[in-house]
């Protein structure tokens, strides 16, 4: 089953323990600091992976919720007080997101404050003063750009909402090679994603377009197609079609209806784009 600990947030996936949960029942997800309460948007069924999931705790008590509601207050009353001393001690930091621990392993009360900052920040000042408006431990932690989206989250320029909210775990590195093999323009509108950085799906969406191109007719190669010989004049890769011109215009035909020559040479993918 999924669930989830904010409204619209990302899904996290339990093993039930043979319990029939229903969508909108709380129940405790295990993490590192101990259970907390998060909202079941999928219920139970059967599924095929290998790896093992790690197992729902319960059902949620009331003191439970009560609990999961005080910690919520004392996130937002955290970044509260962690913009007002930040901007006191004058410092070029921003709040993105905060977090509440009432039961760390190591301390009592651990307040966790994620920022960004253009350089590297001398914050051991702020650090004591926050402590004392809070009344816990502080852990200041600097984010990076895809981090920050990450955690604010928002919609890309396909329409939906960023991949790195729903789905990541590990963002992996993405370079101009993987732009440059899709046949995308070095175009900063086109191939970045809000958080300044080169789109994530340019990465996942790689393998897609390797194995496509080892299959397709190269650009200008001769082909025949349902409506008659052609010649290639460009790849649609999402959709797993060719665009041929033939004699009535430019078509756009599925890979399989496509012959080319049986002297024609495969495209075959360099290591640089197998990697």
Known sequence: MAVAFEQYGRLHYLDPGGVDYHVGDWVLY???DGAEVARVVWAPEETTLEAPLPRCLGRATKADLRRDETN???RRRIHEV????????????KVMATDYIDSSKEYDKLAVIY?????????RALIGD???AVGARIDLRQISSRDTARLAGGVGMCGRELCCTLFFDEVEPV?????????LAANPLQIQGICGKLLCCLAFEHPLYV????????????VTTPDGPGRVVGHVVPTGEVAVRTADGVRRCPLMKICAKKNRVVHRATPDEES
Do not use: C
Request: proline share 8%.
């Open 30 to 32: 295990p993490t590192d």
């Open 72 to 74: 919520r207050e004392h």
């Open 82 to 93: 962690a913009v007002e001393r930040i901007a006191a001690h004058g410092l070029p930091m």
């Open 115 to 123: 920022f960004t900052a253009p350089g590297r920040v001398d914050f």
């Open 130 to 132: 926050l402590a004392r």
């Open 175 to 183: 370079s101009m090679r993987l732009a440059r093999s899709q046949n």
């Open 211 to 222: 194995d496509f191109l080892k299959q397709a007719p190269q650009i200008g190669e001769q």
